[in-house]
């Protein structure tokens, strides 16, 4: 192979692959593999809303206490997220879909409403740190400072991705450049804090005792679960479950665990006097180089963007098939920057423990019922919606019961955290539910 061949191989081919919107995916176009979907979700476990999400664990948490928190709190999202990942891998369709069996056709519609809500969120969540983050390159490198034409550039281009796809966008960019830059810079990071500061003084720093461990933990799940409702949306094009499972989990582990520290140490060495993205902004541009790392984590924090967008418009799909994949795509990422343009951070914390609240239950239910009940048997009566199953009462009143644990736990309870004992909970009842209904319909009468 020559190396003018080699080249043009290695360029980005952005022909964007065909859409089934809510069908499954046929077997031929589900081409990825293990070291794809790694690649994906190590992607997407990087960003600066990670940065700030470790960044509050501390000193309300000493260090060792903040990297235990770490640790369990990525164990156990992202034992959620991986399993998940492997029902749509098993089935071919999205999460909102898969959602149908459990809550009913119509019952489904209402975990997509809110779903598309969280995305929403998101997405502008993303487009406005993104913002940020361009207009402090910009400022550094060109003297010219605007943030909402930043935000408005990676509006187009995060909706240019999505467009694209997770095939285009993992093949064509990710696996070619993307995640590799990344890593290198990301190492780059973790080296300058290691050696620049005194990590074992930190160690040996008291918390301040503000934060209780568990919720510490709920913090840190948080980032996973708040992938629940998305990953089967991309994981629907892997080839083999065991492939989805361990790529999924392995990729957000690594890149989560190593995110959640770094924020968590840049509070503690850096002189940020509160964990707000434009401190860390500032942060990184003090380092030596800062405005590289600051630059390539930028690029990175699109590939986040890119999936809020797709995803919401996947999850559309679910309640209004007709409408076209790439229409909506367009419409959300134009929301998405007309919300970007007015947000602040203010409620961050409560965004992601109100996302835990809805979704940790909800999986719970969806879990216990294709693991347990239906045994990853696939029901694909109630996946393509038959109008004789558009509300399951079972499934619906084990959620409410979940969301309703999770919130008592966080208001009055939050040492004890609240992500293990809803999901613990809900997954029970739901099993002791459907188990009970099963016996009485296979009941002979005498």
Request: neutral net charge; contains cysteine.
């Amino acid at each position: 192979m020559s190396l003018q061949t080699r080249f043009y191989k290695w360029l980005p081919r952005l022909q964007a692959p065909p859409t089934w919107g809510i069908d499954p995916v046929p077997a031929e176009h589900r081409r990825l593999r293990w070291f794809d979907i790694f690649v994906l979700w190590s992607s997407l476990g990087v960003g600066l809303l990670v940065l700030e999400a470790g960044a509050l664990l501390v000193p309300g948490l000493s260090l060792p206490q903040a990297l235990l928190a770490i640790l369990v709190g990525t164990a156990i999202g992202t034992l959620l997220l991986a399993l998940v990942g492997v029902l749509g891998s098993d089935h071919g369709v999205p999460t909102m879909v898969l959602l149908r069996p459990v809550l009913g056709r119509r019952g489904s519609y209402l975990a997509t409403i809110f779903n598309i809500v969280q995305l929403i969120g998101w997405t502008a969540f993303e487009l406005w740190v993104i913002g940020l983050a361009a207009d402090q390159v910009g400022q550094a490198l060109f003297g010219f400072s605007n943030h909402y034409l930043w935000v408005a550039v990676f509006s187009v281009w995060c909706t240019l991705l999505a467009l694209g796809g997770p095939l285009v966008v993992v093949r064509e960019w990710l696996e070619k450049f993307g995640i590799w830059i990344v890593y290198s810079v990301t190492i780059w990071m973790t080296v300058y804090l290691f050696t620049r500061y005194d990590i074992i003084a930190l160690l040996n720093r008291p918390g301040t005792g503000e934060m209780p461990f568990w919720l510490g933990v709920d913090l840190v799940a948080a980032m996973p679960i708040s992938w629940l409702p998305l990953v089967a949306d991309y994981n629907r094009f892997v080839r083999r479950s065991r492939d989805s499972f361990w790529g999924t989990y392995f990729g957000f582990a690594l890149t989560n665990v190593w995110f959640y520290t770094l924020g968590a140490l840049f509070l503690l060495t850096a002189n940020v006097s509160e964990p707000t993205p434009d401190h860390l902004i500032t942060a990184i541009m003090t380092m030596t180089g800062g405005i590289v790392a600051l630059a390539v984590i930028l690029v990175d924090e699109t590939d986040n963007a890119f999936a809020d967008i797709y995803s919401a418009a996947i999850s559309i799909q679910n309640i209004f098939p007709q409408i076209g994949q790439r229409l909506l795509i367009v419409i959300i990422g134009a929301v998405g920057f007309l919300f970007a343009t007015s947000l602040t951070m203010g409620e961050y914390f409560n965004f992601l423990l109100l996302i835990g609240s809805l979704f940790v239950p909800l999986f719970g239910v969806v879990l216990a019922d294709y693991f347990v009940i239906r045994q990853r048997a696939s029901d694909q009566t109630a996946l393509v919606g038959d109008r004789r199953l558009e509300w399951q009462g079972g499934g619906l009143a084990a959620w409410l019961v979940g969301i309703l644990v999770y919130q008592a736990i966080t208001q009055w309870a939050p040492q004890i955290g609240a992500s293990i004992p809803s999901f613990v909970i809900t997954f029970l009842l739901y099993t002791g539910l459907r188990l009970v209904r099963q016996q009485r319909l296979t009941r002979v009468p005498y």
